[in-house]
C-alpha cells in the first residue's frame, strides 16, 4: 500500500500507515478511485465501495483496513 501511494503521488515526505491521505498526500476523490483500481489490479482483488466512508477513512491505515476488510480475491 504505502510502495503504490508513493508511486502514484510521488510524495515529499516518507509516508507510513499514519500518513494523512488528503492533509499530507493531496489524495482527491478521483485519484482515491485510481488508487482503488490500481490496489486492485496489483492485488488481485475486487474491493467493494459500497460502504466507502471518506469521512472515517483519513490515513494510510484507515484505507488498509477497509480493503482488508471489504476486498474479494478474483
Known sequence: MV???T???RPEAPVTVGT???D???LSSSLAL???LE???ELEIQIDVEDL???RMTTVGDLADYITQHCTPR
Request: hydrophobic share 50%; proline share 0%; glycine share 4%.
Open 20 to 22: 494523512q491521505l488528503m
Open 24 to 26: 499530507e498526500l493531496g
Open 39 to 41: 490496489i486492485e489490479d
Open 3 to 5: 510502495a503504490l501511494l
Open 53 to 55: 466512508d471518506e469521512d
Open 7 to 9: 508511486r502514484m503521488l
Open 34 to 36: 485510481e488508487l482503488l
